[in-house]
């Protein structure tokens, strides 16, 4: 496969199943890919991660920006080296991070004046600078500078906001020069169909006339702006509509999604590719993903549960540990309480989407999206 290529193997119904080429290896859709913020998956190791089978990570160029700084990666031989990783790196450009603290920015035309979360100092960005961080950092796919409407929010401003990012993006694609660096350009326009539907004619309409002019086009595209505070199914009555208005020869990647059945439902719809913090985030608080639901491992019904964790999963944390073991760790706030949960559901959710690509290249998804909702394991949001 060339660099960039976007392989689909199968389809099933709008479900996808398909290899996306990069400079540290294919990724294999549809992919859960687990996020390392600050360069670090928390709670598990490079090796863990392989071992779980993940295939792509993601970093975050506004934290990376901030703390160590671009140059000291640089000077490490770029993040893969920096941390480790031999796989494929995603990073987001830290627009979401930026807007998310909307108290401390002002924005222009021209870029976002921002005030550092670490140490209040004034930072300012452009697209242009964007990109050139986001190439120093060496990533194998990068991210536009976008911005991110909250929800609710007043059509005007979503309406603002989309056009902000449609600018950004042209700017983007025209700085970003990196050749084994893909770039994704963001769908935004929040809940309206009609914003998001010209946000993405706008982008494809970018990349034509960049490749009319000898130059890149966006080599996938990101489907931001969900998952900001909205109910799950005011995001479905547009998504799938969405995902299916991108152009079917790029991969689809919906930011910032990661509950096991919205993941199942989104897949349906002809979406490729997600991440989101909350299979260790929700460790962290002694949550673990289940075949039979969310499962809260402070309630003192597991207080004498010696069976594993869920008697499905075929992970290392089920093979070892008990729920009252899961639980004793957890309620006695030990490290190794998040770290073990963490690793069961990072490895559930890769298992999930593996078991949907699986599905797919079976012509069958329709049954296992069926299988799912109507199982335990659904009761998860």
Not at 53 to 72: C, D
Not at 250 to 257: D, F, I, Q, T, W
Request: glycine content about 10%; hydrophobic content about 40%; proline content about 4%.
């Amino acid at each position: 496969m060339a660099l960039f290529d976007f392989t689909r193997e199968a389809q099933s119904g709008h479900a996808r199943a398909a290899r996306f080429a990069t400079a540290h290896g294919d990724i294999k859709t549809p992919v859960f890919m687990p996020v390392g913020t600050r360069a670090s998956v928390k709670g598990i190791t490079p090796d863990q991660l392989k071992e779980l089978n993940a295939q792509v990570i993601l970093a975050n160029a506004y934290h990376l920006f901030l703390r160590p700084g671009a140059g000291i990666i640089e000077d490490a031989g770029g993040l893969h080296s920096f941390m480790n990783w031999s796989g494929p790196i995603l990073t987001d450009s830290g627009g979401f991070q930026i807007f998310s603290l909307a108290d401390t920015l002002s924005i222009s035309a021209e870029g976002v004046d921002f005030r550092s979360i670490y140490d209040g100092s004034k930072q300012h960005w452009t697209p242009e600078d964007n990109m050139r961080l986001q190439q120093s950092l060496g990533a194998d796919i990068a991210m536009q500078l976008d911005q991110c409407a909250p929800y609710p929010a007043s059509r005007e401003f979503v309406a603002q906001a989309t056009a902000t990012s449609t600018a950004w993006a042209k700017r983007c694609l025209a700085a970003h020069t990196r050749s084994d660096q893909a770039l994704f350009g963001i769908v935004q326009g929040g809940m309206h169909l009609d914003l998001r539907l010209q946000s993405i004619e706008d982008l494809i309409e970018i990349g034509k006339k960049s490749q009319d002019a000898g130059h890149k086009d966006f080599q996938g595209f990101g489907i931001g702006g969900y998952s900001v505070g909205e109910e799950h199914d005011v995001m479905f009555e547009t998504l799938g509509e969405v995902a299916r208005a991108l152009p079917p020869e790029k991969p689809r990647y919906l930011m910032g999604v990661g509950n096991p059945t919205t993941l199942v439902r989104a897949v349906r719809e002809g979406v490729d590719m997600f991440d989101c913090v909350l299979p260790t985030r929700t460790a962290r608080m002694g949550t673990a993903f289940s075949s039979q639901g969310r499962m809260n491992l402070r309630n003192a019904q597991y207080t004498r549960d010696f069976g594993p964790l869920d008697e499905s999963c075929t992970c290392g944390v089920c093979a070892h540990y008990s729920r009252a073991y899961l639980r004793h760790l957890v309620k006695s706030n030990e490290m190794l309480g998040g770290i073990l949960l963490s690793l069961h559901n990072m490895h559930y959710l890769i298992d999930l989407m593996g078991r949907a690509r699986e599905a797919i290249l079976a012509d069958r998804y329709e049954d296992f999206y069926r299988e799912w909702v109507h199982s335990p394991a659904a009761n998860d949001y």
